[in-house]
């Protein structure tokens, strides 16, 4: 068991180190030509990779509200949810921290808004609060719709790791310019962490809005199956 949630840690570590490293780092430079698309793609992409390489050991949630969404879909046993979460936010905070030592080896490195998630004024395109846990709830819905049906029993075998990946690609394209894309409470925190303030102060609708729509779509999968 303890493999399981180690799995968890490190699945959660490169999930934050290739997507929020790709903002930190790539995306600071325009001349590179990463921006949303870049971005997108490596969220999308670190997903795949632990999917094929750790998912068949502890499932590669990644996610707090993916835990908790597949524990309403009754695919997950509620006895696991509280170390599969710690185990994601502290492969987070790790991932978060490595950003950061890389980053102060910089000269004139600032920490700055280190791909946080926020609404208002720290919205990358100024979306308001409702705008934010609008797109934050209803696409975390979506995303574990598509978790739920890609690793159902029924379903084609071998191409879950491959349609996740791709869909939180596609949540990514559309999102980032309003939140800067959560859909993941660990991801926001861990990265919030580190910025303090502000990010701090709006983190609690990165965890009210993803939860939200993944147990709404965990029940309402349940309720497709019957």
């Not at 574990?144 to 790791?161: N, R, S, W, Y």
């Not at 660990?186 to 993803?210: E, H, M, N």
Request: hydrophobic letters at 55%.
């Amino acid at each position: 068991m303890k493999i399981v949630f180690y799995t968890e840690f490190l699945g959660t570590f490169c999930l934050v180190l290739g997507g929020c490293g790709s903002a930190v780092f790539s995306a600071a430079f325009p001349e590179l030509g990463i921006g949303l698309l870049g971005v997108s793609i490596a969220f999308g992409l670190s997903i795949i990779a632990v999917a094929y390489s750790l998912g068949n050991i502890s499932g590669a949630h990644l996610n707090p509200a993916v835990s908790l969404g597949l524990w309403a879909g009754g695919r997950f046993p509620a006895k696991e949810l509280a170390p599969y979460i710690i185990s994601q936010l502290l492969g987070a905070l790790f991932g978060a921290a490595i950003i950061y030592i890389v980053g102060m080896g910089k000269p004139g490195f600032v920490v700055g808004d280190f791909a946080a998630n926020g609404y208002d004024t720290h919205s990358p395109g100024q979306y308001d609060i409702i705008s934010a846990f609008a797109i934050e709830s209803v696409l975390t819905f979506i995303f574990l719709i598509v978790i739920l049906g890609a690793t159902d029993e029924q379903a084609p075998k071998g191409f879950a790791g491959l349609v996740i990946g791709l869909t939180l690609m596609l949540i990514h394209l559309i999102s980032i310019p309003v939140t800067n894309t959560s859909v993941n409470p660990a991801r926001s925190t861990c990265q919030a962490v580190f910025v303090g303030g502000w990010a701090l102060s709006q983190l609690w609708l990165f965890w009210l809005a993803p939860i939200a729509g993944a147990l709404l779509a965990g029940i309402s999968y349940k309720y497709f199956k019957k």
